[in-house]
Protein backbone atom coordinates (compact mmCIF):
# COMPACT_ATOMS: atom_id res chain seq x y z
CA UNK A 1 0.00 0.00 0.00
CA UNK A 2 0.78 3.51 -0.34
CA UNK A 3 3.20 4.80 2.24
CA UNK A 4 3.77 8.28 3.87
CA UNK A 5 4.08 11.21 0.86
CA UNK A 6 5.54 14.57 1.08
CA UNK A 7 5.56 17.53 -1.41
CA UNK A 8 7.32 19.10 -2.67
CA UNK A 9 10.63 16.90 -1.89
CA UNK A 10 12.91 19.86 -3.02
CA UNK A 11 12.42 23.24 -2.31
CA UNK A 12 14.48 26.44 -2.56
CA UNK A 13 12.86 29.83 -1.33
CA UNK A 14 14.59 33.37 -0.97
CA UNK A 15 15.07 34.58 2.35
CA UNK A 16 11.83 36.25 3.54
CA UNK A 17 9.81 34.29 1.52
CA UNK A 18 6.73 32.18 2.69
CA UNK A 19 6.59 28.59 2.12
CA UNK A 20 3.71 25.22 2.55
CA UNK A 21 5.18 21.90 2.94
CA UNK A 22 2.74 18.99 2.36
CA UNK A 23 2.53 15.59 3.95
CA UNK A 24 -0.36 12.69 3.15
CA UNK A 25 0.27 10.07 6.05
CA UNK A 26 -0.99 6.63 5.40
CA UNK A 27 -5.00 6.31 5.19
CA UNK A 28 -6.46 5.72 8.56
CA UNK A 29 -3.34 6.70 10.73
CA UNK A 30 -4.52 8.29 13.78
CA UNK A 31 -1.41 10.67 14.66
CA UNK A 32 0.51 12.79 12.43
CA UNK A 33 4.02 14.09 13.86
CA UNK A 34 6.21 16.80 11.91
CA UNK A 35 10.10 17.18 12.43
CA UNK A 36 13.18 19.40 11.58
CA UNK A 37 16.33 16.99 10.52
CA UNK A 38 19.64 19.24 10.28
CA UNK A 39 22.48 17.85 7.99
CA UNK A 40 24.05 15.36 10.40
CA UNK A 41 21.92 15.40 13.19
CA UNK A 42 18.65 12.97 14.13
CA UNK A 43 15.23 14.45 13.77
CA UNK A 44 14.00 17.36 16.12
CA UNK A 45 10.46 16.79 17.05
CA UNK A 46 8.26 20.01 15.80
CA UNK A 47 4.53 19.15 16.51
CA UNK A 48 2.24 16.49 16.45
CA UNK A 49 -1.75 15.64 16.06
CA UNK A 50 -4.26 13.33 16.56
CA UNK A 51 -6.67 13.53 14.00
CA UNK A 52 -7.07 17.45 13.61
CA UNK A 53 -6.78 18.25 17.31
CA UNK A 54 -2.88 19.45 17.83
CA UNK A 55 -1.42 18.10 21.02
CA UNK A 56 2.02 19.05 21.21
CA UNK A 57 3.65 22.27 19.56
CA UNK A 58 6.46 22.79 22.01
CA UNK A 59 8.89 22.40 19.67
CA UNK A 60 7.78 24.90 16.50
CA UNK A 61 10.95 26.96 16.89
CA UNK A 62 9.17 30.31 16.49
CA UNK A 63 6.10 31.83 15.74
CA UNK A 64 7.07 31.29 12.08
CA UNK A 65 6.20 28.11 12.10
CA UNK A 66 2.24 26.84 12.12
CA UNK A 67 1.50 23.60 11.30
CA UNK A 68 -2.73 22.10 10.51
CA UNK A 69 -4.53 19.11 9.91
CA UNK A 70 -7.70 20.38 9.55
CA UNK A 71 -9.69 17.49 8.47
CA UNK A 72 -7.44 15.07 10.16
CA UNK A 73 -5.97 13.57 7.68
CA UNK A 74 -3.41 15.44 5.31
CA UNK A 75 -0.93 18.26 7.00
CA UNK A 76 0.48 21.38 5.91
CA UNK A 77 3.55 22.80 7.67
CA UNK A 78 3.90 26.57 6.63
CA UNK A 79 7.22 28.41 7.39
CA UNK A 80 6.58 32.20 7.24
CA UNK A 81 9.18 35.02 6.16
CA UNK A 82 12.18 31.99 6.05
CA UNK A 83 15.51 32.78 7.19
CA UNK A 84 18.65 30.64 6.58
CA UNK A 85 18.60 28.83 9.69
CA UNK A 86 15.20 26.89 8.74
CA UNK A 87 17.47 25.41 5.86
CA UNK A 88 16.79 21.99 6.95
CA UNK A 89 15.16 18.51 6.07
CA UNK A 90 11.10 18.38 7.09
CA UNK A 91 9.87 15.43 7.65
CA UNK A 92 6.31 13.81 8.45
CA UNK A 93 5.32 10.35 10.14
CA UNK A 94 2.34 8.93 11.14
CA UNK A 95 1.37 6.28 13.10
CA UNK A 96 -1.41 4.49 13.45
CA UNK A 97 -2.99 4.89 17.03
CA UNK A 98 -2.96 7.67 19.70
CA UNK A 99 0.00 8.83 21.41
CA UNK A 100 3.46 8.54 19.63
CA UNK A 101 4.52 4.85 21.89
CA UNK A 102 3.82 2.82 18.59
CA UNK A 103 5.59 2.32 15.23
CA UNK A 104 5.92 5.59 13.16
CA UNK A 105 6.14 5.32 9.69
CA UNK A 106 8.34 8.60 8.25
CA UNK A 107 7.86 9.92 4.41
CA UNK A 108 10.67 10.73 2.21
CA UNK A 109 11.18 14.25 3.31
CA UNK A 110 11.16 18.07 2.15
CA UNK A 111 14.72 19.46 1.84
CA UNK A 112 13.99 23.08 1.98
CA UNK A 113 16.97 25.35 1.49
CA UNK A 114 16.49 28.89 1.73
CA UNK A 115 19.32 31.25 0.04
CA UNK B 1 15.79 18.33 29.96
CA UNK B 2 15.99 15.83 27.36
CA UNK B 3 19.38 14.87 26.41
CA UNK B 4 19.83 11.50 24.83
CA UNK B 5 23.64 10.36 23.78
CA UNK B 6 24.97 8.10 20.94
CA UNK B 7 28.26 8.01 19.20
CA UNK B 8 29.06 9.46 16.18
CA UNK B 9 30.74 7.52 14.17
CA UNK B 10 31.24 3.74 14.39
CA UNK B 11 33.27 1.34 11.50
CA UNK B 12 33.06 -2.11 11.39
CA UNK B 13 34.19 -5.08 9.51
CA UNK B 14 31.63 -7.14 7.17
CA UNK B 15 30.82 -10.33 8.99
CA UNK B 16 31.63 -9.17 12.09
CA UNK B 17 29.46 -7.69 15.41
CA UNK B 18 28.74 -3.73 16.63
CA UNK B 19 26.76 -2.75 19.24
CA UNK B 20 25.81 0.90 19.17
CA UNK B 21 25.12 2.26 22.58
CA UNK B 22 22.74 4.40 23.61
CA UNK B 23 21.96 6.62 27.01
CA UNK B 24 19.25 8.93 28.27
CA UNK B 25 17.88 11.08 30.88
CA UNK B 26 14.17 12.73 29.71
CA UNK B 27 11.60 13.93 31.62
CA UNK B 28 9.77 11.14 31.19
CA UNK B 29 9.75 7.50 29.05
CA UNK B 30 7.67 5.39 27.93
CA UNK B 31 9.51 3.20 25.83
CA UNK B 32 12.52 3.08 22.90
CA UNK B 33 12.61 3.05 19.55
CA UNK B 34 15.62 2.31 17.10
CA UNK B 35 15.47 3.61 13.88
CA UNK B 36 18.15 2.95 10.28
CA UNK B 37 18.65 6.07 7.89
CA UNK B 38 20.37 5.62 4.96
CA UNK B 39 21.87 8.92 3.49
CA UNK B 40 19.12 10.61 2.06
CA UNK B 41 16.14 8.85 3.04
CA UNK B 42 13.83 8.43 5.66
CA UNK B 43 14.39 6.56 9.16
CA UNK B 44 12.69 3.09 9.06
CA UNK B 45 11.68 1.40 12.19
CA UNK B 46 13.83 -1.54 13.83
CA UNK B 47 12.68 -2.21 16.94
CA UNK B 48 10.92 -0.52 20.32
CA UNK B 49 11.97 -2.01 23.71
CA UNK B 50 9.16 -1.05 27.01
CA UNK B 51 10.57 -3.38 29.54
CA UNK B 52 13.68 -4.56 30.80
CA UNK B 53 15.81 -6.95 28.59
CA UNK B 54 16.86 -8.13 25.05
CA UNK B 55 14.58 -8.28 22.22
CA UNK B 56 16.02 -10.57 19.01
CA UNK B 57 14.83 -9.90 15.45
CA UNK B 58 17.00 -11.67 13.04
CA UNK B 59 20.32 -10.14 12.64
CA UNK B 60 19.02 -6.92 15.30
CA UNK B 61 18.58 -7.24 18.77
CA UNK B 62 17.77 -4.65 21.43
CA UNK B 63 18.33 -4.15 25.11
CA UNK B 64 17.26 -1.80 27.27
CA UNK B 65 17.94 -0.91 31.27
CA UNK B 66 15.19 1.03 32.12
CA UNK B 67 16.95 1.80 35.62
CA UNK B 68 20.01 2.55 34.12
CA UNK B 69 18.63 4.95 31.57
CA UNK B 70 20.91 2.92 29.05
CA UNK B 71 20.04 0.78 25.79
CA UNK B 72 22.16 -1.10 23.02
CA UNK B 73 21.67 -2.00 19.42
CA UNK B 74 23.50 -4.87 18.33
CA UNK B 75 23.52 -5.81 14.59
CA UNK B 76 25.58 -9.39 14.04
CA UNK B 77 27.09 -10.83 10.29
CA UNK B 78 27.17 -7.27 9.58
CA UNK B 79 26.58 -6.92 5.81
CA UNK B 80 27.51 -3.50 3.41
CA UNK B 81 24.06 -2.67 3.35
CA UNK B 82 24.09 -2.25 6.99
CA UNK B 83 26.25 1.18 6.64
CA UNK B 84 23.78 3.94 7.54
CA UNK B 85 22.42 6.32 10.39
CA UNK B 86 21.41 4.18 13.37
CA UNK B 87 19.12 6.28 15.73
CA UNK B 88 17.58 6.04 19.34
CA UNK B 89 14.71 7.63 20.15
CA UNK B 90 12.62 7.67 23.37
CA UNK B 91 8.43 7.84 23.97
CA UNK B 92 8.40 10.98 26.23
CA UNK B 93 5.27 9.68 28.00
CA UNK B 94 2.95 10.46 25.16
CA UNK B 95 4.18 13.87 24.86
CA UNK B 96 7.12 13.70 22.12
CA UNK B 97 8.76 11.89 20.84
CA UNK B 98 13.43 12.83 21.55
CA UNK B 99 15.30 11.49 19.15
CA UNK B 100 19.45 10.83 19.60
CA UNK B 101 21.68 12.38 17.10
CA UNK B 102 22.46 9.59 15.34
CA UNK B 103 25.48 7.35 15.30
CA UNK B 104 26.56 6.50 11.48
CA UNK B 105 28.08 3.09 10.54
CA UNK B 106 30.61 1.98 8.00
CA UNK B 107 31.07 -1.61 7.03
CA UNK B 108 34.10 -2.19 5.90
CA UNK B 109 34.97 -5.35 3.44
Known amino acids: GAGVSQSPRYKVAKRGQDVALRCDPI?????LFWYQQALGQGPEFLTY????????KSGLPSDRFFAERPEGSVSTLKIQRTQQEDSAVYLC?????????????FGPGTRLTVT | GQNIDQPTEMTATEGAIVQINCTYQ??????LFWYQQHAGEAPTFLSY????GLEEKGRFSSFLSRSKGYSYLLLKELQMKDSASYLC??????????FGPGTRLSVLP
Open chain 1, 93 to 105: ASSLAGGPAYEQY
Open chain 1, 27 to 31: SGHVS
Open chain 1, 49 to 56: FQNEAQLD
Open chain 2, 26 to 31: TSGFNG
Open chain 2, 49 to 52: NVLD
Open chain 2, 89 to 98: AVDNYGQNFV
